[in-house]
C-alpha cells in the first residue's frame, strides 16, 4: 500500500490508497481507494489495506503495463489528471533499499 496525493489545480487535493495483491510493484492491476482515514487514525489503529471492491472509499482499479507503457482505468470517479499522477507514480516506482 502507498499514500499518494493527487488533485488538479480546480479542486482540493486529495489522498489515495494504491493497494496490489500481488505485493510487487510492476504491471498488474492496483486497486484505488480514497485514503482519508488516515488524518483521523493513530498508525497503530490503521486498518489493513483495503481489497473489496464494494467499500465506498473504492474508486477504481487501474491495469498497468510497464513494459508497453499503456494503462486503462476501470471506475468513474478519478479524473484523467489524478490518474496521471497515480499512473506516473507506479511507471517510476522504485522500491526502498531496506526491508521495515
Known amino acids: 500500500m502507498?499514500?499518494?496525493?493527487?488533485?488538479?489545480?480546480?479542486?482540493?487535493?486529495?489522498?489515495?490508497?494504491?493497494?496490489?495483491?500481488r505485493g510487487v510493484?510492476?504491471?498488474?492491476?492496483?486497486?484505488?481507494?480514497?485514503?482519508?482515514?488516515?488524518n483521523r487514525l493513530s498508525h497503530k489503529d490503521i486498518p489493513s489495506e483495503p481489497t473489496d471492491s464494494n467499500d465506498p472509499n473504492f474508486l477504481?482499479?487501474?491495469?498497468?503495463?510497464?513494459?508497453?507503457?499503456?494503462?486503462?482505468?476501470?471506475?468513474t470517479k478519478l479524473k484523467i489528471p489524478e490518474l496521471k499522477k497515480i499512473v506516473d507514480f507506479i511507471f517510476d516506482y522504485k522500491a526502498p533499499d531496506a526491508v521495515y
Open 2 to 21: 502507498v499514500i499518494l496525493k493527487v488533485g488538479t489545480e480546480n479542486e482540493p487535493e486529495k489522498q489515495v490508497e494504491i493497494v496490489t495483491e
Open 25 to 38: 510493484w510492476g504491471s498488474g492491476a492496483y486497486k484505488i481507494f480514497a485514503a482519508n482515514f488516515l
Open 60 to 75: 477504481g482499479e487501474i491495469s498497468i503495463d510497464k513494459e508497453r507503457e499503456k494503462w486503462e482505468y476501470k471506475g
